[in-house]
Structure formats: C-alpha cells, structure tokens
C-alpha cells in the first residue's frame, strides 16, 4: 500500500484531500451547540475549515489559522484566512471563543504544549472561552489498534509503541483507492495534569462538555 495517495500534504503529515472528505461537523458539536450567538471566534489549526466554516454559516465572526496554505485555500470567504504557526500567532486582539481542536494539547513536547496554550491564553478575552479537545487515560482506556469508517474515508488506527502515558501511533487513511500513512506521538494527560498546564498558561477549567471537550476560561 503506498504511503501517500497524492494531493496536498500539511507540513505535519495532514492530507487535504481526507480532511475535505470527512464530514464537516462530525466532532465538533458540543462547540457549535455551546457557543453564544454571534460570538467571534478563532479557530487554531483549522485546516480545511470543517470547523470555522459550520461557524461562519452559523453567522459568527471567524478567524481560521493554519500553517497550510494548501489546507486555507478551502475556508469559505466568510472566514479570515491566516497563515501561520500556532505557537508564533500574534493577531494583536482577542477572541469571545478560540478552539484548539486536533488533541493539540497532547502535543508530547511539552515546551509545544505550552506554547499552544500560551497562544489560546494570549487571544482569548477576560470573558471568553477556550475550547479544549484533549486525550485523558480515561477516554483511551487501553491503548488499542482499531479500523472504522469516517464518512467516504476508512481510517486505520495502529499503535506503535507506548511509555507510560506517551505513544507513537500512525493513522492510515483510504479514499478512492488512495491511501496515506501519518506517524504522530502524543501524550495522554489525566485531569491533575491538565488543569496543571492550563494554569501555567493563565487558564483554568470551567467544565466538560463531553469526554473530549473541555471549556476554559482566563484565570
């Protein structure tokens, strides 16, 4: 099987033409169903827009950043386009909402980690609310391989190798015939150490909205 099925590739790994064929919502719900009416919002490594664009439709004001030109060319009009790091994002305002999706914060790296979280403390206003996708040893359980459809695309989990809470791991995905490999490591982080790093960055846990998803506020 080939490693890559062709088409753009995101400088980590991501392949644009899987992410714009997997469903556009699936995922994100208890953001879209959580955020107030026309809350203005940043959307941290938002990719093909699966995320900022339900939120435009939804007639909120959106910023979408990704590092992937290749991913931004497919934001709707309605979304504000940035191209750059995560870590190294200074937009100079802030945000009633900023989502850091893509389990991010499992990031192995901690300085990374950090630095991701720096960036939601940095853009988030005093009032606002970050949104959280996290890995926790409770929703992994035991770490096991897994195939499964996401929409048009089948997604093939291997785990690799694991130390303590961290693993490397690929994910596999086939489209038309077409299939890519993506390596990744991440660390699985329980809620001490969670609220741990959220308070190193200036933020603390307001609640769960799901397994998944966590909301936080400044302070």
Not at 38 to 48: F, H, I, P, R
Not at 58 to 69: A, L, P, Y
């Amino acid at each position: 099987m080939p490693r890559t099925g062709g088409g753009e590739v995101a400088p980590d790994g991501s392949p644009v033409p899987v992410y714009l064929a997997i469903p556009a919502e699936r995922g994100f719900g208890p953001v879209l169903d959580h955020l107030a009416a026309g809350a203005s919002v940043l959307d941290l490594g938002c990719g093909v827009g699966r995320l900022a664009n339900a939120l435009a439709a939804r007639g909120h004001e959106v910023v979408g950043v990704d590092e992937s030109q290749g991913m931004l060319a497919h934001l709707d009009d309605a979304v504000a386009a940035v191209e750059a790091s995560i870590e190294e994002l200074r937009l100079g305002r802030r945000f009633d909402a900023v989502v850091l999706a893509s389990h991010l914060v499992n990031v192995a790296d901690p300085v990374q980690r950090r630095a991701f979280l720096d960036a939601v403390a940095r853009h988030l206003a005093v009032e606002g609310t970050a949104y959280i996708e996290h890995w926790s040893p409770d929703v992994i359980g035991g770490l096991a391989d897994g195939d499964g459809p996401i929409g048009d695309v089948m997604v093939r989990f291997r785990v690799l190798a694991q130390r303590g809470r961290v693993f490397d791991a690929s994910v596999t995905y086939e489209l038309d015939g077409r299939a890519w490999t993506q390596a990744f490591t991440a660390e699985l982080l329980d809620e001490t150490q969670l609220d741990t790093e959220l308070a190193a960055a200036g933020l603390r846990r307001r609640r769960r909205l799901d397994p998944k998803w966590l909301a936080a506020r400044m302070g």
